[in-house]
């Protein structure tokens, strides 16, 4: 699992990002994806299906990559 945060006390900004990946009761691969608001319920969330895990992780790490760009850590 990947979580990543990003704050910026001037903008009152304080947002999550939070990555895993599993398999589905049906043996697929999945990237789950969930975003938000630190300190509130709810969010939003992404569930992307893939055929096999190096796919999936591939996603991840390119999701990942492009977070970091962005200032979250």
Partial sequence: MVYLE?????????????VDIDRDLFGTWVLMRRWGRIGRHGGQSLTK???????AIAEQD???????????G
């Fill in 62 to 72: 390119a999701w990942q990559k492009a977070k970091l760009k962005r200032g979250y």
């Fill in 49 to 55: 299906s893939f055929p096999s895990e190096t796919e």
């Fill in 6 to 18: 990003r704050h910026i006390d001037e903008d009152n900004l304080h947002r999550y990002y939070a």
